[in-house]
T-cell receptor
Framework: KQEVTQIPAALSVPEGENLVLNCSFT??????LQWFRQDPGKGLTSLLL?????REQTSGRLNASLDKSSGRSTLYIAASQPGDSATYLC???????????FGKGTKLTVNP | ETGVTQTPRHLVMGMTNKKSLKCEQH?????MYWYKQSAKKPLELMFV???????ENNSVPSRFSPECPNSSHLFLHLHTLQPEDSALYLC???????????????FGNGTRLTVT
């Protein structure tokens, strides 16, 4: 059974800092991977999708990478801002499966 | 503004009530999902519909009954729930299934359900 671990569970940083969030899968055979953010009381917003043929995706200050040999992904946030404060979740699917398996998330607080 | 709309935003119901959650997507997607989000647990997939056909029923108790009348609408009918069913219920949609053509999931803002 695929399980996803996100480290750290919570992170507090000062504004302007660069930071890395980590995600690892017990089964490294990941087909595609998504990173989401969730604001309190809200649904999930898709940030980046790494497709089956890709290893990395970038959007603005965000960069996500996937190492398929180890089943690990990182989300890099450059020059963090208070508006980045949210819970960040990663989720992955395996080929031929309708299931997207989620981690518990990392709660990020960026202090002004 | 999200392309996936869920109503109601909040729902309080007794254990003997019957209620329904509604989800509507305006994105022209083919797949729709129900997820349950409980405190300190990962999102749990409940049901998946592709082109109005249920393709996944993730061992969900029969007190939860999904309905997908067309590709834009998804319902979750609730009856005789338990207090442990209190959670945030999230609807999502995607162009295709996750294991297929790499399409991202789009979520609604959820229904916060409290069972008393």
């Amino acid at each position: 059974k695929q399980e996803v671990t996100q480290i750290p569970a919570a992170l507090s940083v000062p504004e302007g800092e660069n930071l890395v969030l980590n995600c690892s899968f017990t089964d490294s055979a990941i087909y595609n991977l998504q990173w989401f953010r969730q604001d309190p009381g809200k649904g999930l917003t898709s940030l980046l999708l790494i497709q089956s043929s890709q290893r990395e995706q970038t959007s603005g200050r965000l960069n996500a990478s996937l190492d398929k040999s180890s089943g690990r992904s990182t989300l890099y946030i450059a020059a963090s801002q208070p508006g980045d404060s949210a819970t960040y979740l990663c989720a992955g699917s395996q080929g031929g499966s309708e299931k997207l398996v989620f981690g518990k998330g990392t709660k990020l607080t960026v202090n002004p | 503004e999200t392309g996936v709309t869920q109503t109601p935003r909040h729902l309080v119901m007794g254990m003997t009530n019957k209620k329904s959650l509604k989800c509507e997507q305006h994105l022209g997607h083919n797949a729709m999902y129900w997820y349950k989000q409980s405190a300190k647990k990962p999102l749990e997939l409940m049901f998946v519909y592709s082109l109005e056909e249920r393709v996944e029923n993730n061992s969900v108790p029969s007190r939860f009954s999904p309905e997908c009348p067309n590709s834009s609408h998804l319902f979750l009918h609730l009856h005789t729930l338990q207090p442990e069913d209190s959670a945030l219920y999230l609807c999502a949609s995607s162009q295709d299934l996750p294991g297929g053509n790499n399409s991202p999931l789009h979520f609604g803002n959820g229904t916060r359900l409290t069972v008393t």
